[in-house]
């Protein structure tokens, strides 16, 4: 298995407050990504980097900011929570060698936002 | 914008069958089409990726084909086993993958 690890894997939170979910990768992968998972739509994407500091905005966006200042950690921050971003967050990566790329997903985080 | 219909929701079979998985897309101008395997509270795991040269992939029991002009996957499944039990989900692009919302395959002992 591709080293992923999520942190936390679940949180329960209120709305407003702000949340920060944690993707750390041991591959030296070039690209992360954040999808979320939601009964009814599959899984969309929010963010994407590929490369530290390079970032770039998915489908679903809005009311996300990410961070990448490691080659390893990429952050997903839910600036002031709200009850539609309860969800199952995953964190993949891709070596980005070209458009071939397979993607390898971590383990995903359970946000419960009340 | 690209969208990916994946049909039936869920499907039931006998072990020992051999199955067909159907993924559709209405964007033909793709990279790659990938299958991943979801397992109850887990990850994604990578199956195949057919590139968008390729018309079809095998890795052991599994083998995906790929049709751009009528934009359609296949994934067909022989000899199906009970640890075959999972959500598979197609995806196509390169980097920013559009999910198709999966097909939960159940195969009873």
């Known amino acids: 298995d591709a080293g992923i690890t999520q942190s936390p894997r679940h949180k329960v939170t209120e709305t407003g407050t702000p949340v920060t979910l944690r993707c750390h990768q041991t591959e030296n992968h070039r690209y992360m990504y954040w999808y979320r998972q939601d009964p009814g739509h599959g899984l969309r994407l929010i963010h994407y980097?590929?490369?530290?500091?390079?970032?770039d905005k998915g489908e679903v966006s809005d009311g996300y900011s990410v961070s990448r200042s490691k080659t390893e950690d990429f952050l997903l921050t839910l600036e002031s929570a709200t009850s539609s971003q309860t969800s199952v967050y995953f964190c993949?990566?891709?070596?980005?060698?070209?458009?071939?790329?397979?993607?390898?997903f971590g383990p995903g985080t359970r946000l419960t936002v009340l | 914008k690209q969208e990916v219909t994946q049909i039936p929701a869920a499907l039931s079979v006998p072990e020992g069958e051999n199955l067909v998985l159907n993924c559709s897309f209405t964007d033909s101008a793709i990279y790659n089409l990938q299958w991943f395997r979801q397992d109850p509270g887990k990850g994604l795991t990578s199956l195949l990726l057919?590139?968008?040269?390729?018309r079809e992939q095998t890795s052991g029991r599994l083998n995906a084909s790929l049709d751009k002009s009528s934009g359609r996957s296949t994934l067909y499944i022989a000899a199906s086993q009970p640890g075959d039990s999972a959500t598979y989900l197609c995806a196509v692009g390169a980097q920013k993958l559009v999910f198709g919302q999966g097909t939960r395959l159940t195969i009873n002992p």
């Open positions: 993949a990566i891709s070596p980005g060698q070209g458009t071939t790329d397979t993607q390898y």
């Open positions: 057919i590139q968008s040269s390729q």
């Open positions: 980097s590929y490369g530290v500091k390079d970032t």
